[in-house]
């Protein structure tokens, strides 16, 4: 890398941050471009050095998220605890703390630009369905690791979808009633589910 | 009803009408009065005349979605079966239908506007509450009309709540992949549970 590079990649990343950021609590329609360069303090001739369109920056920030899901949201879970099936629900708890953090507002960042701009903007699209089945994947892993404490006929590709599901759809309804209510009421039938197939596979193995 | 009044109807309908198209199809956001009066064939002088601002329209948009969930979503659904279940099921692949129909594009209305204007106009966030609250209402009549069939121990209320959260996080994951297929994952796995439950109190039922 040269040092004119090193140089610039703050101010690159200064830009990304205040985009993320007011693209999450804002929307992406609602910010213009002068707010985010006033939020990261640079000038707009920065700005457009780096990207050439507000559309670009999006992107740039669908790929941040990409590259920072493992350190902000599943290494903080995972170090938690070892077991597989209490992983995936010290993510799902993570998201209740950011949640409780903003008073229920601003939501899942992911969830929010799929739904605001996910049918406009096919480049976008595409990097939000990668968002999403980067997430979705981590927690089929979790899944299998689980391996015979779960039903041997569960479809555990299918579950990560549904806990994916459930994971944006409890978020949805907590920003919704600006309280945790719905978000701990589906995450608790999630659980009974989680523990009812447990509860089945083991009445399979003490059987056979 | 004055015949003033009467005459002026249908021009507020085909406002509201083409409100609720656009809102839903490229955000409120994206969508300026212009494009409004546009659709709707009327001239802005109307628009005004019936809503003094685009707030103003998006409140009337909710009102009628509040109005028409029955004949819109429910009575169609729950004309197929009496079986309390089989409405529950019903309803959700009416929204399903709704997703084919568009190659899953739009989404839902109501959980479109929640991630978009809930945060900023509280006078929207409480009539998205409603509709949210509403159509849960439906689900938690079916759940207490399956009476005996489920677990005396199950919190109806909750498990209505999971199941507005599953229709709500489908729909968005069936739009960000531009696919049924994760809505029929999640509706598969919703399935799986309350068969669950279902065998659950009927194993009770045989041994009591």
Chains 1, 2 share one sequence.
Not at 96 to 125: F, K, M, Q, W
Request: glycine content about 8%.
């Amino acid at each position: 890398m040269s040092q004119l590079v090193q140089e610039q990649a703050p101010t690159r990343d200064r830009i990304v941050t205040a985009a993320r950021e007011l693209f999450w609590v804002q929307g992406y329609e609602a910010t213009s471009i002068a707010e985010i360069v006033e939020k990261a303090g640079v000038n707009s001739g920065s700005l457009y050095y780096f990207f050439k369109s507000k559309e670009a920056l999006l992107l740039a920030c669908l790929d941040w998220y990409l590259g920072n899901l493992w350190p902000e949201v599943i290494d903080p879970a995972f170090a938690q605890t070892s077991d597989p099936i209490a992983r995936i629900f010290a993510v799902l708890a993570g998201y209740r703390i950011g949640l409780n953090y903003t008073a229920c507002t601003g939501g899942c960042p992911i969830g929010n630009l799929s739904i605001e701009v996910g049918d406009h903007i096919p480049s976008a699209h595409e990097k939000i369905r990668q968002n999403f089945e980067n997430w979705r994947l981590v927690i089929r892993g979790c899944l299998e690791d689980a391996g015979e404490r779960l039903p041997a006929n569960l479809d555990r590709d299918q579950l990560a979808t549904f806990i994916l599901t459930v994971m944006e759809g409890a978020v949805m309804q907590a920003r919704a009633h600006g309280s945790l209510a719905p978000f701990d009421a589906a995450i608790a039938q999630l659980r009974n589910y989680v523990d009812g197939l447990l509860a089945l596979a083991d009445q399979a193995a003490k059987k056979s």
